[in-house]
């Protein structure tokens, strides 16, 4: 069959990286990182949270084609910090929000589902 093996979109091919940045040679403090076997659900969420920094400049991302399973995140920012911090900071604000709402989920719904699940809902 001509059509694409289904793990394709998310299984790194041997010596496949995960992300690689190249940094723009013409516009300062700026770059575009390459997120290998991600789609928008990464790209959106880390466009948001970049964009909630006053560093951050500019933050934008593209799937360049339905058929190419990577992104591509352009990221550019004020003189005191570089594109490869504000990303670093967005992944870690990120992590505490979603641990703020696994924490709020434990706290508001899963008592309910207690008895069944001996406490907790996982």
Same mark, same amino acid.
């Given at each position: 069959?001509n059509?694409?093996?289904?793990?394709?979109p998310?299984?790194?091919?041997?010596?496949e990286?995960?992300?690689? $940045?190249?940094?723009?040679t013409?516009?300062?403090?700026?770059?575009?990182?390459?997120?290998?076997r991600?789609?928008?659900?990464?790209?959106?969420?880390?466009?948001t949270?970049?964009?909630r920094?006053?560093r951050?400049?500019?933050?934008?991302y593209?799937v360049?084609?339905? &058929?190419?399973?990577?992104?591509? &995140?352009r990221i550019?920012?004020?003189?005191d910090?570089?594109?490869?911090q504000?990303?670093?900071?967005?992944?870690?604000?990120?992590?505490?929000?979603i641990q703020?709402?696994?924490?709020?989920f434990q706290e508001?719904?899963a008592?309910s $589902?207690?008895?069944a699940?001996?406490?907790?809902? $996982?």
């Amino acid at each position: 069959m001509n059509a694409p093996d289904t793990f394709a979109p998310f299984l790194l091919m041997p010596g496949e990286a995960r992300i690689t $940045y190249v940094s723009d040679t013409k516009v300062r403090n700026a770059g575009t990182f390459r997120f290998n076997r991600e789609d928008h659900t990464l790209g959106n969420l880390l466009r948001t949270l970049l964009l909630r920094d006053d560093r951050v400049l500019f933050a934008a991302y593209k799937v360049p084609h339905p &058929l190419e399973h990577h992104i591509l &995140l352009r990221i550019q920012t004020t003189d005191d910090t570089t594109p490869w911090q504000a990303l670093e900071k967005a992944v870690h604000e990120g992590i505490k929000e979603i641990q703020s709402l696994e924490q709020s989920f434990q706290e508001q719904v899963a008592p309910s $589902y207690g008895g069944a699940h001996g406490g907790n809902f $996982y």
